[in-house]
């Protein structure tokens, strides 16, 4: 029933930007909190973004000042801008929520920066 469908991960060259998305459904999507996290090959998967239903952020230091999350409720989607992109940033993105105690998680966009 709760659905999260990433999209829009590809290849870039360093320094480069990408925007990828999270459609939600099954949710009241402006009552959410919404989160993106990444996991790179070999790595625990690291919380990227936050942006609550009053649409306050909070970011992880490695990409403080690079990442920008957004959400439009009125399309149920969540964004992250990704500009000054570095190799390290290379992952799978996931969306996420959480409501009573449950995670709910899409299936992942892959980023790959290229140096």
């Known amino acids: 029933q709760v659905q999260l469908v990433e999209s829009g991960g590809g290849l870039v060259q360093a320094g480069g930007s990408l925007r990828i998305s999270c459609a939600g459904s099954?949710?009241?999507?402006?009552?959410?909190?919404m989160r993106w996290y990444r996991q790179a090959p070999g790595k625990q998967r690291e919380l990227v973004a936050v942006?609550?239903?009053?649409?306050?952020?909070n970011y992880a230091d490695s990409v403080k000042g690079r990442f920008t999350i957004s959400r439009d409720d009125a399309q149920n989607t969540v964004y992250l801008q990704m500009n000054s992109l570095k190799p390290e940033d290379t992952a799978t993105y996931y969306c996420n929520t959480e409501m009573y105690g449950m995670h709910y998680w899409g299936k992942g966009t892959l980023v790959t920066v290229s140096s």
């Open positions: 099954g949710i009241i999507f402006r009552l959410n909190a």
């Open positions: 942006i609550t239903s009053s649409s306050s952020t």
